[in-house]
């Protein structure tokens, strides 16, 4: 392992089955498969820390064969997630089918990282002793999604995070979209939810909201950052995932926040054009910039 990386990902690779108004597709998915897939070309040393079971290992082998550095912690099963699309591809239903064991403070602790960006898909994924853990060796990102599933019958339950004022204490970066951030705050005005995360501790919270674009606030200020889609929107699955890999890339390079978010909605809205997970390099993503000004 590298002594250390500009980036770790810590979460669980999916099994994926998504449902849209035309196709049935089976696939790998999640953060740590988005995420990873969308920082592949670009210049950084990654490192994605995943936990899944030995019948999907391919998964893993194929991110390996695109040059991507992978450390697996064995699990009995793997994560297997049912999304299902209406024809607004903001609008999905999910189901959870099968569950994945969680991330250890042992299995992660060697490895050293200037961002720890966490994508739990579930409540118990990763526990705030390892937030606290990884704040302690560098920067912590954390997509707030997987603390507010609830998993009941297999479908998945919007719930609050019991342990959140505890755990955010320890996050740089917070990454959720409006409707979890009202679910966090009990505010829908993206201006009081914002500044209550912080309050609660984080330096940047980023707040997406769909094809509506996104908005950043850090140390008292608003940055908005406009949605750029392309002609046809295709899938919009691992957009947030992507999102966060763009944002994460250029901060670390040392970017200002709001070039750094128009570069992550540039990404996550090529993304939307195909299915799957975002393939492209960044001049690619600078020209679409350009083709969208803001």
């Known amino acids: 392992m590298n002594n250390a990386y500009d980036i770790c990902c810590i979460g669980h690779i999916t099994s994926d089955k998504v449902v849209t108004t035309q196709t049935v597709t089976h696939m790998a998915g999640g953060t740590a498969f988005y995420f990873s897939h969308a920082l592949c070309n670009l210049d950084v040393s990654y490192l994605l820390v995943t936990a899944l079971a030995a019948s999907e290992m391919p998964y893993v082998n194929a991110l390996r064969e695109l040059g991507i550095e992978v450390v697996v912690q064995p699990s009995t099963h793997t994560v297997y997630f049912e999304n299902i699309y209406a024809d607004n591809q903001d609008n999905r239903t999910q189901n959870v089918l099968q569950k994945a064991d969680p991330f250890t403070v ?6 050293n990282a200037r961002i720890f960006h966490l994508g739990p898909l579930l409540a118990d994924d990763i526990s705030t002793e390892l937030i606290k853990a990884l704040a302690a060796k560098g920067r912590v990102s954390l997509d707030a999604q997987g603390y507010l599933r609830k998993v ?31 679910v966090l705050t009990g505010y ?12 609660w501790g ?38 947030g995932d992507t999102y966060m890999a763009g944002y994460l890339y250029q901060r670390v390079k040392g970017n200002g926040i709001q070039q750094a978010g128009q570069f992550a909605a540039a990404m996550a809205g090529l993304k939307t054009a195909t299915s799957g997970p975002f393939t492209g390099t960044e001049n690619e993503v600078l020209q679409f910039l350009n083709t969208n000004p803001f």
Request: net charge negative; with cysteine; aromatic share 8%.
């Open 202 to 239: 984080v330096k940047e919270v980023v707040i997406t909201n769909g094809s509506l674009g996104s908005v950043i606030y850090s140390d008292g200020t608003f940055y908005t950052i406009p949605a750029y889609q392309p002609p046809t929107v295709v899938d919009a699955t691992g957009c």
């Open 188 to 199: 829908r005005e993206v201006s009081k939810g914002a500044r209550i995360l912080a309050d």
């Open 106 to 111: 042992g299995s992660v602790l060697p490895v």
């Open 152 to 182: 009941e019958n297999k479908k998945v339950y919007p719930v609050d995070w019991p342990g959140k004022k505890e755990a955010l204490q320890y996050v740089d970066i917070l990454k959720a979209d409006e409707a979890e951030m009202e």
